[in-house]
C-alpha cells in the first residue's frame, strides 16, 4: 500500500490540524465529548509537559493525512510505560492503516525504553465485542481494567445540589479550602503527600503502574503548565483537625472550551475515610466550576468498575454512564 507514516512535529500548525482533523472524525460516532477542541490542541500538543513526553504520527497517503497517532510516555516515575493511540479516518478503515500506525507507536515507545503499552478502547455501556477491542486483541493488548465513562449535565446537578449538602455537610473540625489551579502555599506539602499516594489507593485493576512522589517543586512545575496553556484546575481540599489535607478532589475547564469540564483526581485519606468526604469535596468542586464558568454545560469523569464507592458518588451527583472504557494493555 502507498500510506507512509511519519512522525509530525506539532509546530507545524497545518499538519496539526490535519492530524486533529483524523482524530475529530474517527471519534465522531461516540457519545460525550471524546476529541478536544481545535484550540485545545492547537496550544497544548506544541506546550512542552514537565510531566510527559508526546509524540504524534501521521499515516500519509499522497497528500492526504488518512491516520493519526500518538504515544505519551510519563517522564517522573513508570520510565517503563507508555500510552498509545491511533486513529483512523472513517472512510480508510480496514486496510491496514491502524495496524502500521500502532506497529510505528510501538518502535517509538521501545526505543525510549519502554516495555509496557497501554491503551484504551471504548464500547456501549453493557455492550459487547467491537471492532476497536477485537483489532486490540489481535494487536497482542489484553484487558487490563474496566472503568465506566460518566457524564453529568450541570442542569441535573442543580436540581440534585441542595439535597446533596444537606446530605453531605462537612464534619465537624474539618474545613474545605478551594482554588484555581494553584496551591496555597500552606498546604503545599500535605497536598503533594496525598497525591502520592493516588496510584496505591485507586483501583488498577492490572495496570502496570507504581506510586508517585509529589514534591513542592514538581507541583508548582505542573500547576505552570496548566496555566500556559489556559487550562483551570478548580481544587477543593478537606483540611482536617490537625491541619493536614485529608482529601481533594478537582474539575478542570478549558479557557477555549467553557462549555465543558472534566474531573481529574479525587482521593480521600485512608485514615479520613468514612465521613462522606468525598461527596463534599466533589459537591465543592463543582460548585466552584459552576460558578467560575456561568455557561458550564456539562462535565465528564471516569471510574473503575469496582469502585462501588465512587460511583454511588458519582450517581448522588447525577452523573449517567455514556461508555465503557476498557484499558488495555500489552508487554513488548
Known amino acids: 500500500m502507498g500510506v507512509d507514516i511519519e512522525q509530525l512535529n506539532p509546530h507545524n500548525q497545518a499538519a496539526l490540524r490535519a492530524w486533529w482533523e ?10 460525550g465529548k471524546p476529541w478536544p477542541l481545535w484550540e485545545q490542541s492547537r496550544v497544548a500538543l506544541p506546550t512542552p509537559n514537565p510531566e510527559r513526553g508526546v509524540t504524534l504520527v501521521a499515516a500519509i497517503d499522497g497528500r492526504e493525512m488518512v491516520g493519526a497517532g500518538l504515544v505519551v510516555r510519563t517522564l517522573k516515575e513508570n520510565l517503563h510505560t507508555a500510552m498509545a493511540f491511533a486513529y483512523v479516518r472513517p472512510d ?3 486496510e491496514g492503516i491502524g495496524r502500521r500506525l500502532v506497529e510505528e507507536l510501538e518502535v517509538v515507545a521501545a526505543g525510549d525504553g519502554r516495555t509496557t503499552i497501554q491503551s484504551e478502547a471504548y464500547l ?3 455492550g459487547s ?6 483489532f486490540a486483541r489481535a494487536m497482542g493488548y489484553d484487558v487490563a481494567s474496566r472503568e465506566s465513562m460518566k457524564e453529568l449535565t450541570v442542569a441535573d446537578y442543580l436540581a440534585r445540589r441542595d439535597a446533596l449538602t444537606s446530605s453531605a455537610p462537612v464534619p ?3 474545613r474545605v479550602v478551594t482554588f484555581d489551579t494553584v496551591c496555597p502555599e500552606e498546604h503545599l506539602a500535605s497536598f503533594g503527600r496525598l497525591l502520592g499516594m493516588l496510584m496505591s489507593e485507586v483501583p488498577l485493576g492490572e495496570l502496570d503502574l507504581q506510586a508517585s512522589e509529589w514534591t513542592p517543586e514538581r507541583i508548582r512545575e505542573a500547576e505552570q503548565r496548566q496555566v500556559s496553556v489556559g487550562r483551570h484546575v478548580l481544587t477543593a481540599m478537606v483540611i482536617a483537625p490537625d491541619g493536614s489535607v485529608a482529601g481533594v478532589s478537582d474539575v478542570r475547564v478549558d479557557d477555549s472550551d467553557p462549555a465543558h469540564g472534566q474531573v481529574g483526581i479525587t482521593i480521600v485519606d485512608p ?12 459537591t465543592a468542586t463543582h460548585d466552584l466550576a459552576v460558578a467560575s464558568w456561568p455557561g458550564l454545560v456539562s462535565v465528564d469523569t ?3 468498575e469496582v469502585n462501588t464507592w465512587m460511583n454511588a458518588v458519582n450517581e448522588a451527583l447525577g452523573y449517567r454512564t455514556i461508555e465503557t472504557l476498557l484499558e488495555l494493555q500489552k508487554k513488548l
Open 22 to 31: 483524523v482524530g475529530h472524525a474517527a471519534t465522531a460516532d461516540r457519545p
Open 92 to 94: 480508510r478503515t480496514r
Open 124 to 126: 456501549p455501556p453493557g
Open 129 to 134: 465485542v467491537t471492532g476497536p477491542e477485537l
Open 172 to 174: 465537624e473540625g474539618y
Open 271 to 282: 485514615a479520613h475515610r468514612g465521613r462522606r468526604l468525598g461527596l463534599a469535596l466533589k
Open 302 to 304: 471516569s471510574n473503575a
